[in-house]
């Protein structure tokens, strides 16, 4: 989960070096919290949101093939 996550955002960044990912175990979930540059935030979020939305049912869908729940924070 956590190498998909980065290779998702690495690929959109202009700086991919910032991408960090760190992960943390809850009761009912795994929660992804993604790390990127300040200037790179926008590129991620996308306009109204769209791209996030988009990479949260991403991970949502291959956490599904594992029978697990995913939440993924951007930081």
């Known amino acids: 989960m956590q190498e ?3 290779f ?3 690929s959109m960044v202009n700086n991919p ?3 960090t990912v760190s ?3 809850k ?3 795994t929660v992804l919290e ?3 540059a300040e200037e790179d935030m926008g590129k991620v979020i ?3 949101g769209r791209i996030a ?3 949260r049912t991403v991970m949502k869908a291959a956490a599904s093939n594992e029978n697990k729940r995913v939440v993924v924070d951007i930081v």
Request: glycine residues 4%; without cysteine; charged residues 30%.
């Open 4 to 6: 998909l996550l980065e």
């Open 8 to 10: 998702i955002a690495k």
């Open 17 to 19: 070096d910032a991408v």
């Open 23 to 25: 992960i943390t175990e």
């Open 27 to 29: 009761e009912s979930a």
């Open 34 to 36: 993604l790390h990127v």
């Open 46 to 48: 996308g306009k109204q």
């Open 53 to 55: 939305k988009a990479i």
